[in-house]
């Protein structure tokens, strides 16, 4: 396995080459939704464990994601749409408590994006699950309104209000198998920060790709948990190990 530490520059199959930790711009619309605790639990390699949203219910993590900079120009801004299981390592956690401390970290469980310059770089360095597809943002005054379409199928349609923001810094963890193995990745966010608790500000419409099914399936609550948004600085440390 090819072992990456920040200041590593990395040359992609694409012949991209970015620097660690890479550092990019983008306008973010997110939400926490309440899901099915024994789907989400299906959707996670060994090592991690569902994080609580209520006592019966996990947590689960979309992303809207504009890129308007990645690292030094090294590739065209795209767009991308995340879906994450909230997740930790530690199994042995009450409910809640990981949101509580901010100890938050999230497996990827689907990305697509709308380059392929931008799949090698999720997939490549940090075995982020990439996939290529039409991905529409349409930004209001008041929400974003995003729509996936890949092979042809809507995989969905997520409409999140934008809550009201101020100037701040936040770091999380993603979780990743590359290689094989287990990997955490140190993602910090810096600039215009909005959070809105427990909102039903939010609209998820799964289409007829395969993977709306697992949307389907996953019985998302009508209220967040949480609604969130950035404009400003997202920056991707190398991914470091989990010791089980």
């Known amino acids: 396995m090819t072992r990456l530490g920040d200041g590593d520059r990395v040359r992609l199959s694409t012949g991209h080459e970015v620097t660690l930790p890479l550092v990019t711009e983008a306008t973010v619309a997110g939400a926490v939704l309440p899901a099915r605790y024994d789907v989400a639990e299906s959707l996670l390699p060994d090592g991690l464990t569902p994080i609580r949203a209520t006592a019966r219910r996990a947590a689960v993590v979309f992303l809207a994601v504009e890129y308007h900079r990645i690292g030094d120009d090294a590739m065209v801004p795209y767009d991308e749409f995340a879906v994450i299981v909230a997740a930790?390592?530690?199994?042995?956690r009450p409910p809640l408590i990981p949101l509580l401390t901010r100890d938050v970290g999230g497996y990827v469980w689907s990305l697509p994006v709308t380059t392929e310059p931008a799949r090698a770089l999720g997939d490549e360095i940090w075995g982020y699950p990439k996939t290529v597809a039409d991905i529409s943002h349409r930004d209001g005054a008041t929400r974003r309104e995003t729509t996936v379409v890949e092979d042809g199928d809507r995989v969905a349609t997520v409409s999140i209000d934008w809550p009201r923001t101020w100037e701040r810094r936040e770091t999380v963890e993603s979780y990743a198998v590359r290689e094989g193995r287990l990997e955490r990745t140190p993602i910090e966010f810096r600039g215009k920060l909005g959070v809105a608790p427990l909102s039903d500000r939010i609209d998820v419409d799964p289409g007829d790709h395969e993977r709306a099914d697992t949307l389907r399936s996953l019985d998302l609550g009508t209220r967040s948990?949480?609604?969130?948004?950035?404009?400003?600085?997202?920056?991707?440390?190398?991914?470091?190990?989990?010791?089980?």
């Open 225 to 244: 948990v949480l609604r969130f948004s950035l404009d400003g600085r997202i920056a991707y440390g190398a991914g470091r190990p989990v010791e089980r």
């Open 88 to 92: 930790t390592p530690d199994g042995r």
